[in-house]
């Protein structure tokens, strides 16, 4: 990814809580023609050595999983919130549009899991962790003779990240003028993804003081 130094996210801290924040992602792997993408709910596990894994799952039937092996190389994407700026918006006159956004990947290794506790372990980690906030969280009933055969039509991968790279472009690069009036206009906004950009200026100026 092409990242200007001013919009590397060098806090690994920060990119764990993106990911954390935005866990439905895309898998990408070499194919044969063109690169193989699948679009998948992954999850992020630090451990206490603060290595990170990404555990995936992909259904049987995705033609997309039939490629992928151990040890394979992947790349996961993950994006934010974004959204269109436009030159209107800045203080400073002769401007081009361009747009905001925040994206992270994860560069890693595969391994696959086809063991059935494994899986079995890889689905309830999920849906915990996305359950947390319910009144009555669902947990899978794994001596329900139903639920157990799904099991059987997933496979499962851990992806070992090797590299992180993390981008936040939000107008860092502007004059003070410029990020004043653009803020301004995001934050008139009645668009959710403007005002959460505005957010993200505040926080990243907040940041560098």
């Known amino acids: 990814m092409y990242i200007p130094a001013h919009f ?7 990119i764990r809580t993106f990911v954390q924040a935005h866990p439905f ?11 193989d993408v699948s679009h998948l709910p992954m999850q992020l596990m630090t451990d206490d050595a603060e290595n990170d894994s ?7 039937a995705n033609p997309h999983a039939n490629e992928l092996e151990d040890g394979e190389s992947a790349v996961a994407v993950f994006l934010g919130t974004n959204g269109y700026i436009s030159p209107r918006w800045y203080a ?3 401007n081009v549009p361009t747009w905001n956004y925040t994206a992270v990947h994860a560069i890693g290794t595969l391994r696959k899991i086809e063991n059935e506790d494994e899986l079995m372990k890889l689905v309830d980690q999920l849906t ?12 899978a ?4 003779t139903k639920i157990r055969n799904m099991v059987k039509a997933i496979v499962g991968f851990e992806m070992k ?6 981008k936040k472009k939000v107008g860092q690069n502007r004059s003070a003028e410029d990020q004043a009036s653009l803020k301004r206009n995001l934050e008139q906004s009645d668009d959710p993804a403007y005002q959460f950009l505005a957010q ?3 926080k990243t100026n907040s940041s560098k003081n």
Request: glycine residues 8%; charged residues 30%.
């Open 92 to 94: 400073a006159k002769d």
């Open 54 to 60: 990404i555990n995936i799952h992909l259904s049987k």
């Open 161 to 166: 990240v090797e590299r992180w790279e993390g």
């Open 25 to 35: 992602g895309m898998l990408l792997t070499n194919g044969s023609k063109v690169p």
């Open 200 to 202: 993200q200026m505040k």
């Open 128 to 139: 915990i962790e996305h359950e947390a906030g319910a009144e009555s969280p669902w947990r």
């Open 8 to 14: 590397k996210i060098k806090d690994t801290a920060e």
């Open 141 to 144: 009933d794994w001596s329900n």
